[in-house]
């Protein structure tokens, strides 16, 4: 059994690799094309950094790879021989917990470098060794915390129930809700500061354009995003009663308000056309899915990892291998999320104009550096959203005239032409 997860693992790890270098490929040759989409200086600048951001996720891969199978070969035995408890909870928590740390600590130079030295040096950082630290001690927190009674909880269910998989899947799914709805105060509570919008006359043409799609919230705040990042961006937090409009500063700070809303009919959208609804019911199924497999698992996987079929290596398991099954049902839940995406284009260019929201989406595009073109196999693993190429076609803008050099290429013209 341990064999198959092993050869699973591997041909995940081989698409990776495959789809990550076809893409750094792709947009190197796109970014010697005259631009599209984005203006000249940002068309070069956000192929660099999507190349860069590429290399850097291929030599995560690389590492995560090696790690693995360290943890598999000797890591896993020795973490459960250092914590000898007799509680079954009690072990769970210590042994996830550790393991948890342990991959954040040896993953930490990747995301050091992206966040000091990557995004700093396209203009997108403007994080501080302070300000990291605060978030971490804050996040460590809430995860010792919260995690562990999580952990706990789910540990309790598998000692419990002889078909604990069912009562897992609905403790966890309840759980997963539960942040949802927080999540938003969460962020205001520790990490963000949410202000009430100092422009009245928007904050008046938002309330009006959520009344006339029936979308009852608690407030539409602005939220100083600006400290950490300079990307521009807006959502809808939570659930039920703590639903709340929440726009980055950036954002405020760069689109009128004719865009500005436009942007937010998009999100009415997915709010209209009961998206946030169909997505909550995939990710259930989807997790059903996961506690059924790992739920009935033999004896036999866990002997051959050297440990005992006891809920901590229940769950250090299901850590290691469901982000390979996610992996390959990305592509049919990105696929389902790209034609949500066309249709919430559709409603908020109606809810608004086409020229109001291409506006925005233009100005996101330069704003935050995307590159407008990737390649097909990235596409189909990758993106929940369509390239901004297809979505601009949807919405009848013409990407003005590619030049036959570009044209000349197949895998450029799959993409570009009609």
Same mark, same amino acid.
């Given at each position: 059994m341990l064999e198959i997860f092993i050869f699973a693992y591997c041909i995940y790890f081989l698409v990776h690799i495959y789809t990550s270098v076809m893409q750094v490929g792709f947009v190197t040759k796109a970014k010697n094309f005259p631009p599209v989409i984005l203006e000249d200086n940002k068309y070069k600048e956000a192929a660099s950094y999507s190349i860069?951001?590429?290399?850097?996720?291929?030599?995560? #891969?690389?590492?995560?790879?090696?790690?693995?199978?360290?943890?598999?070969?000797?890591?896993? $035995?020795?973490?459960?021989?250092?914590?000898?408890? /007799?509680?079954? +909870?009690?072990?769970?928590v210590l042994f996830i917990d550790a393991f948890i740390i342990i991959n954040w600590i040896l993953g930490l130079p990747f995301e050091l470098h992206s966040t000091f030295k990557l995004d700093?040096?396209?203009g997108f950082s403007n994080m501080t060794a302070s300000l990291y630290i605060k978030d971490t001690i804050k996040s460590g927190i809430l995860f010792l915390i919260f995690g562990s009674a999580v952990i706990a909880g789910?540990?309790?269910?598998? /000692?419990?129930?002889?078909? +604990? +998989?069912? +009562?897992?899947?609905?403790?966890?799914?309840?759980? =997963?809700?539960? =942040?949802?709805?927080?999540?938003?105060? =969460?962020?205001?509570?520790?990490? %963000?500061? !949410? $202000? &009430?919008?100092? %422009?009245? $006359?928007?904050?008046?043409?938002?309330?009006?354009?959520? %009344?006339?799609?029936? !979308?009852?919230?608690?407030?539409?705040? &602005?939220?100083?995003?600006?400290k950490r990042d300079n990307r @521009? *961006?807006?959502?809808?937090?939570?659930?039920?009663? #703590?639903?709340?409009?929440? @726009? !980055?500063? #950036?954002?405020? /700070?760069?689109?009128?308000? *004719?865009?500005?809303?436009?942007?937010?009919?998009? /999100?009415?959208?997915?709010?209209?056309n009961? %998206?946030?609804?169909?997505?909550?019911?995939?990710?259930?199924?989807?997790m059903f899915v996961f506690f059924a497999i790992f739920g009935n698992l033999p004896e036999e996987l866990f002997l051959s990892m050297k440990l005992n079929n006891e809920p901590y290596a229940i769950i250090v398991v299901f850590l290691m291998f469901s982000p390979i099954l996610s992996f390959f049902l990305m592509p049919l839940i990105s696929l389902i999320s790209r034609h949500n995406e066309y249709a919430a284009d559709e409603f908020g260019s109606n809810l608004q104009t086409k020229e109001d929201l291409v506006s925005a989406l233009l100005k996101l595009a330069n704003e935050n550096k995307s590159f407008p073109l990737s390649h097909p196999i990235y596409i189909f693993f990758y993106y929940s959203h369509p390239p901004l190429v297809e979505r601009f076609k949807e919405l009848g803008y013409d990407i003005h005239e590619v030049s036959s050099k570009a044209l000349e290429d197949e895998e450029i013209k799959e993409i570009i032409n009609e």
């Open positions: 860069e951001k590429e290399k850097i996720s291929i030599a995560s #891969t690389l590492y995560d790879f090696v790690l693995f199978f360290m943890w598999i070969a000797f890591g896993l $035995e020795i973490l459960d021989g250092m914590i000898q408890v /007799e509680s079954a +909870w009690l072990k769970a700093k040096k396209y789910i540990a309790f269910i598998i /000692e419990s129930f002889s078909a +604990w +998989w069912i +009562w897992g899947f609905v403790f966890i799914f309840a759980v =997963i809700i539960l =942040i949802n709805m927080l999540y938003p105060v =969460i962020r205001d509570k520790f990490f %963000d500061k !949410f $202000e &009430s919008l100092k %422009d009245k $006359e928007l904050e008046s043409k938002i309330e009006g354009l959520l %009344d006339e799609v029936g !979308f009852k919230s608690s407030g539409v705040f &602005s939220v100083d995003a600006s @521009l *961006n807006a959502y809808f937090g939570g659930l039920g009663s #703590t639903k709340r409009v929440v @726009l !980055f500063d #950036t954002l405020v /700070e760069k689109l009128s308000h *004719n865009e500005l809303l436009a942007v937010l009919g998009h /999100e009415l959208g997915h709010f209209k009961g %998206d946030i609804l169909k997505n909550i019911g995939i990710m259930g199924v989807v």
